[in-house]
């Protein structure tokens, strides 16, 4: 059975920095796509940042420059790094592994496996 579990999600201030892991069981962390996506209240799930190999990373524009994807294979795990840190960045983060169907990294419907979540509070 496969399981991402996310952690690392706290309360800062605006211009403060997190890191978010996602350690998976049940599946080993490979090349594929994996991403980063995140759900503010009220609002739809939407994608943050996807990874396949170290030269392949993609950044929403709102988070370009401040948050940095990567990946551990010793550790199958996927980080988020987040500097920076703005109030519209408040949101619950989620990890996505397990690509199928042919989907672009950057979409919902391409993972099969989701983590729980991590909370993220930035405060002005």
């Known amino acids: 059975q496969v399981q991402l579990v996310e952690s690392g999600g706290d309360s800062v201030q605006a211009g403060g920095s997190l890191k978010l892991s996602c350690i998976a069981s049940g599946y080993t962390i490979t090349a594929a796509c994996m991403a980063w996506f995140r759900q503010a209240a009220g609002n739809q799930r939407e994608w943050v940042s996807s990874?396949?190999?170290?030269?392949?990373?993609h950044y929403a524009d709102s988070v370009k420059g401040r948050f940095t994807i990567s990946k551990d294979y010793t550790k199958n795990s996927l980080y988020l790094e987040m500097n920076d840190l703005k109030p519209d960045d408040t949101a619950t983060y989620y990890c996505?592994?397990?690509?199928?169907?042919?989907?672009?990294?950057?979409?919902?419907?391409?993972?099969?496996?989701w983590g729980q979540g991590t909370r993220v509070t930035v405060s002005s």
């Open positions: 990874m396949a190999t170290s030269t392949i990373t």
């Open positions: 996505a592994a397990i690509p199928s169907g042919g989907g672009t990294c950057a979409s919902l419907r391409t993972y099969r496996a």
